[in-house]
T-cell receptor, first 112, second 118 residues
Framework: GENVEQHPSTLSVQEGDSAVIKCTYSDSASNYFPWYKQELGKGPQLIIDIRSNVGEKKDQRIAVTLNKTAKHFSLHITETQPEDSAVYFCAASTSNDYKLSFGAGTTVTVRA | ETGVTQSPTHLIKTRGQQVTLRCSSQSGHNTVSWYQQALGQGPQFIFQYYREEENGRGNFPPRFSGLQFPNYSSELNVNALELDDSALYLC?????????????????FGEGSWLTVV
């Protein structure tokens, strides 16, 4: 099955700086890569996703890049704000299997 | 707000008991999946229901079972509870067939049900 690895496990950044989280996946058939933000005591919230026919996608301060050859994808958050502090999860799935395989998560702390 | 609602939000059960968790999917979504999230870990896929039938299962024993109803809502049942079953149980809904339309299998999660087994 799919194995998703996520790094780093914790990330502390100064407010206004950028944060980058990287994930690798093992199944070359995976073609859908969402990112979720989870705040304490809440369920995962979809913040951005990317499909295999696209190399990069941006939504305001958040961007995701995908390298299918290397089987890795990354989340970039620019101009970080205190409300960006949360646990971020990457995930992967295939067209034929709606199951999401998640990374272990990255705890992001934005220092004011 | 994802439109996925779960109940109850918190519950405490004794080892050996049974529990039923409920989920209402987002309007228009016909597929429901259940995930288990232990403290400090990523969610783990339990199973998925589509058209009232199980459509894929993760590495969970048969004492984890589910149902999907004609209105696409769903239940997760866990029998013979063990201490390790203590976790956040997440329901996720999606619309099967989105892939062909190019929309992808966008999956939305509810806020979860916190289960503590003592």
């Amino acid at each position: 099955g799919e194995n998703v690895e996520q790094h780093p496990s914790t990330l502390s950044v100064q407010e206004g700086d950028s944060a980058v989280i990287k994930c690798t996946y093992s199944d070359s058939a995976s073609n859908y890569f969402p990112w979720y933000k989870q705040e304490l005591g809440k369920g995962p919230q979809l913040i951005i996703d990317i499909r295999s026919n696209v190399g990069e996608k941006k939504d305001q301060r958040i961007a995701v890049t995908l390298n299918k050859t290397a089987k890795h994808f990354s989340l970039h958050i620019t101009e970080t704000q205190p409300e960006d502090s949360a646990v971020y999860f990457c995930a992967a799935s295939t067209s034929n299997d709606y199951k999401l395989s998640f990374g272990a998560g990255t705890t992001v702390t934005v220092r004011a | 707000e994802t439109g996925v609602t779960q109940s109850p939000t918190h519950l405490i059960k004794t080892r050996g008991q049974q529990v039923t968790l409920r989920c209402s999917s987002q309007s228009g979504h016909n597929t429901v999946s259940w995930y288990q999230q232990a403290l400090g870990q990523g969610p783990q896929f339990i199973f998925q229901y589509y058209r009232e039938e199980e459509n894929g299962r993760g590495n969970f024993p048969p004492r984890f079972s589910g149902l999907q109803f004609p209105n696409y809502s769903s239940e997760l049942n866990v029998n013979a509870l063990e201490l390790d079953d203590s976790a956040l149980y997440l329901c996720a809904s999606s619309l099967a067939g989105q892939i062909s339309s190019g929309s992808g299998n966008t999956i939305y999660f509810g806020e979860g049900s916190w289960l503590t087994v003592v």
